[in-house]
């Protein structure tokens, strides 16, 4: 693997974005039993997200999911969206789609690393394919580096866009990931692969039901200013209390690289939701980052949600903050950001019309 542009390194998330991508859900997919209500959600998003910037949307079926559309966006929405025709295996962007790498020049690569499916859990050779996919339809502006002998999904790693990478050891050492390679080699790893300074491992605040066997974007994310917003544990009666509060102690031990500590903000815990007797992972802390905006997966617990929204806005003063119902997404045990990946300033040689 060559290094094209050694000033390459993993933007923030609230850095200008080109454009979001959705993977559409369909009837071959795990939401089949409620297609119409993960559907309905999928177009909250896809309003939301064309009032800020372009859509890129994934779909197997471009012409049904566009007729969908036209049917609740208006002209001026539907013009912001570009169509990939590709066939899927669901719907998680964050982990199957492109991580891209950019400078201060404008010049930029974006990484396809492998994804098996969380670990061999779940099929997933349709989504491995998607990026390259992307490539060859010429949606990319930028050059597509191929990291197929490296397991890393998207919601493992937050960037503070200044060389340090975030991750947890309860993912990335997980089975069938990327073994045999030890906690240091895979820190060498990442360091090389996405050009960063440094790595924060974090060992604690696994949200019970959670798929994904710990990614960051589930309990502590980046944001503006040296901040982390992380989820907090207030229930005593909670098996996860103990984790949680592990997880709160590691992180005031977290310092900048300048050696000063982080701002930390405190997200809610959202009361207990369970389908079928199951808990579920439900976590405030999956939101989605516009160019103007912040995307808040609520659960129709109107105190949490409103507290986690107020939280959220400390975090990102300016911008709007936007609640979206995620309680039909986390039933399949993710939420927002999950289903989303943003593309970078720069990434697309065109992001409208290309397929519509």
Not at 302 to 319: H, K, N, R, Y
């Amino acid at each position: 693997m060559k290094t094209i542009f050694s000033s390459l390194h993993l933007p923030a998330e609230w850095y200008p974005q080109d454009a979001i991508q959705l993977t559409w859900p369909h009837a071959d997919t795990d939401w089949k039993p409620y297609l119409k209500e993960i559907t309905e959600t999928f177009i909250q998003l896809a309003k939301a997200i064309t009032r800020y910037e372009a859509l890129v949307i994934v779909t197997p079926e471009p012409d049904a999911v566009r007729q969908t559309l036209k049917k609740s966006l208006s002209p001026e929405a539907l013009a912001q969206i570009t169509f990939c025709e590709c066939a899927t295996n669901d719907t998680w962007a964050r982990d199957h789609g492109g991580i891209t790498l950019t400078d201060a020049k404008g010049r930029g690569m974006v990484l396809d690393f492998r994804f098996n499916g969380w670990g061999d859990k779940f099929p997933a050779e349709l989504d491995n394919q998607i990026t390259g996919k992307m490539a060859r339809q010429c949606l990319f502006q930028f050059p597509i580096e191929v990291h197929d002998d490296f397991v890393l999904e998207g919601g493992s790693i937050e960037s503070n866009g200044e060389g340090t990478i975030l991750t947890t050891s309860t993912c990335l050492l997980a089975p069938n990931r990327n073994q045999p390679l030890t906690r240091q080699e895979i820190e060498t790893q990442l360091l090389r692969r996405l050009r960063a300074q440094r790595v924060i491992w974090l060992d604690h605040g696994n949200l019970i039901g959670d798929d994904t066997d710990g990614h960051i974007d589930t309990i502590v994310r980046f944001a503006p200013y040296d901040t982390l917003l992380y989820v907090g544990c207030d229930g005593v009666e909670d098996p996860q209390y103990e984790d949680f509060l592990a997880l709160e102690q590691q992180l005031r031990t977290l310092r900048t690289p300048d050696g000063h500590p982080y701002r930390l903000l405190r997200l809610p815990m959202p009361h207990p939701i369970f389908d079928d007797g199951e808990r579920l992972p439900a976590t405030y802390a999956n939101f989605v980052i516009l160019n103007g905006a912040v995307l808040v997966p609520t659960y129709a617990q109107p105190d949490l949600d409103a507290l986690a929204c107020e939280t959220i806005s400390l975090a990102f003063p300016g911008l709007d903050i936007i609640g979206i119902d995620a309680r039909v997404v986390v039933r399949q045990h993710g939420s927002l950001h999950c289903l989303t990946m943003q593309y970078p300033q720069g990434t697309f040689s065109k992001v409208r019309g290309m397929i519509n």
